[in-house]
C-alpha cells in the first residue's frame, strides 16, 4: 500500500465519510414512507394507481418465473421481495400471496429469466419517461429509486442468464 | 434555480469529491481483475464531479472543495472490503442522485436520474448484491 494512503488513514485529522460528504439533505425516505400520504391529490393518485399497476404486474411476473423456472429460486424471490417493498410504498400494502401460472411456456430458464429483464427494462423506460409529467418531489424521488433497483435486478438477471448459457453451452476445452 | 435545487447540486459535488478520495484509496487493494474497471469508475466520478461543479459555477455558486481527508465508514484492507467501500459509496451517491433528480426539470432532471441508475449498478457490479430502494437511509 502506497505510504501517502496508509498516512491518510491514520491521520487525526480524518474527516468521517459518512457525516461529511453525504449529509442528512441526501437522506431519502425510507420505504416504511408512504409517500400517498394521507390525502393524495387526483393527479398523485393517478400516478399511484399505474405504479401499483406496474408494481404488481412485476410480481406477477417473477412469480410466474419462479413456478417454471428451476433455477435461482432464492434470487427470484428476493426480487419479488424488492417489488413488493415498492408496492408496499404505493398502496401501504404488499402483495403476499403467491400468484400461480399453470401455463408453461416451455422456453427454458433462458428465456424465462430474459423475459423478466425484459419487463424490469420497460419499468425502467416507464418510469424513465413518467419523469417529465411528475412534480412531485417525494414521489420523484421515490420512483428514481425504483428505477435504480429495477437497474440492478436487470444486471442481476443477466449474470443468472450467463450462468445458465455457461451450463447448456460449456466452454470448449482444447489441448493447445 | 432554488434552494433546493442548488442544495442538491452541492451535495452531488460533496458526494462526486468523498468518491473521488475513496476510490484512489481502494485502487490500492482491488485485485487485478477489478483494477480496470474501478480505475474507469474513478474517471467517471471525477467527470460527473466536474459536470457538476461547471453546473454551480454558471449559477454563480462557490463549489464545495474537497475535504483534506475522510474516516472510512469501516476498515478497508483487502480486495473484498474494497469492492464493499465502492458499493457503500456508489449506494450513497444514488440516493444523492435520487435526491437531485426530485428537485430539478428538463434535461438536468433526466441527467441526475441516469446517473441515480448508474451509481445503483454499480453497486451491484461491485458486491453482487440488489436492494429495494438504493440509496435509501434508514
Known amino acids: ?47 399511484f394507481e399505474i405504479f401499483i399497476e406496474l408494481e404488481s ?11 417454471r423456472s428451476t433455477s435461482f429460486e432464492s434470487q427470484l424471490r428476493e426480487i419479488r421481495s424488492h417489488h413488493e417493498a415498492h408496492l408496499a410504498v404505493f398502496s401501504n400494502s404488499s402483495t403476499s400471496q403467491e400468484v400461480i401460472f399453470n401455463s408453461e411456456s416451455g422456453i427454458g430458464d ?67 | 434555480m432554488t434552494e433546493e435545487q442548488i442544495t442538491a447540486l452541492n451535495n452531488v459535488v460533496s458526494g462526486e469529491n468523498a468518491a473521488i478520495w475513496a476510490y484512489g484509496f481502494l ?55 474494497a469492492k464493499q467501500l465502492a458499493a457503500y459509496i456508489e449506494d450513497r451517491l444514488s440516493g444523492i442522485y435520487s435526491a437531485w433528480t426530485a428537485t430539478e426539470t428538463g434535461d438536468d432532471k433526466t441527467y441526475a436520474f441516469e446517473q441515480a441508475v448508474q451509481a445503483a449498478s454499480r453497486y451491484y457490479f461491485w458486491i453482487k448484491e440488489t436492494k429495494a430502494f438504493p440509496g435509501a437511509v434508514s
Open chain 1, 1 to 47: 500500500m502506497h505510504p501517502t494512503r496508509r498516512a491518510i488513514l491514520t491521520g487525526a485529522a480524518a474527516i468521517p465519510l459518512i457525516s461529511c460528504s453525504f449529509g442528512q439533505e441526501a437522506e431519502q425516505p425510507s420505504q416504511a414512507v408512504n409517500p400517498i400520504g394521507n390525502q393524495p391529490t387526483p393527479t398523485e393518485k393517478n400516478w
Open chain 1, 57 to 67: 404486474n412485476l410480481i406477477q411476473s417473477v412469480d410466474s418465473t419462479i413456478e
Open chain 1, 110 to 176: 433462458f428465456g424465462e429469466l430474459a423475459n423478466l429483464r425484459i419487463r424490469h427494462s420497460r419499468s425502467l423506460n416507464f418510469i424513465k419517461n413518467s419523469l417529465s409529467e411528475i412534480t412531485d418531489p417525494l414521489l420523484i424521488s421515490t420512483i428514481t429509486q425504483i428505477a435504480a433497483c429495477d437497474k440492478q435486478v436487470i444486471d442481476q438477471l443477466a449474470d443468472l442468464m450467463s450462468q445458465v448459457a455457461e451450463v447448456q453451452n460449456p466452454p470448449e476445452v482444447t489441448n493447445d
Open chain 2, 27 to 81: 485502487l490500492a487493494f482491488l485485485n487485478d481483475a477489478d483494477y480496470q474497471a474501478g480505475l474507469s469508475t474513478f474517471n467517471s466520478h471525477r467527470n460527473a464531479r466536474d459536470a457538476a461543479r461547471l453546473k454551480l459555477r454558471a449559477l454563480n455558486q462557490n463549489p464545495p472543495r474537497p475535504e483534506p481527508n475522510y474516516d472510512l465508514p469501516f476498515p478497508v484492507s483487502e480486495a473484498n472490503s
